[in-house]
């Protein structure tokens, strides 16, 4: 049920074609990444446009969801 | 009760003290930047190290929050 990228990072959602989100093992840490990738050669790469979080990143960024969710409705009932 | 940065960008969160969520407007669209700042003269301006998604790649992002946590769940037992 689960797929793997050619860097052996387990892929949670594609955000756009080149866009992925990513959890990885990187040397015992686990990170969340939401990146870039380009293809060459038939493989895909990681690109430097993204950014991988530490699980304390994440769990720091997670519970800030709702105050994101705030910010655009807000943003969002300015612009129309 | 908000904070903006030196861009004007609406400041959601420090998960570092280099790296910052932030909500944008964007030429009409609403962006949710993770990215990396550094400090010159005094200003602390965005680099590269970062991604910035649209309101529909912040959507489909968030419905796999839950996907995320499970992953890392999973990763983090593995390891233990």
């Known amino acids: ?3 793997y990228d050619d860097e052996g990072d387990l892929i949670i959602c ?3 074609k080149n866009r992925r989100v990513t959890v990885t093992d990187f040397r015992g ?6 990146r870039e ?8 790469l990681p690109t430097s446009k993204g950014i991988s979080l530490t699980a304390e990143q994440w769990s720091s960024f997670k519970k800030n969801v709702p105050a994101i969710e705030k910010a655009i409705r807000k943003m969002e009932s300015r612009l129309n």
């Open 14 to 16: 594609r955000l756009t």
């Open 29 to 34: 840490k686990t990170l969340v990444s939401i």
């Open 1 to 3: 049920e689960y797929e």
């Open 37 to 44: 990738y380009y293809r060459k050669e038939g493989k895909e």
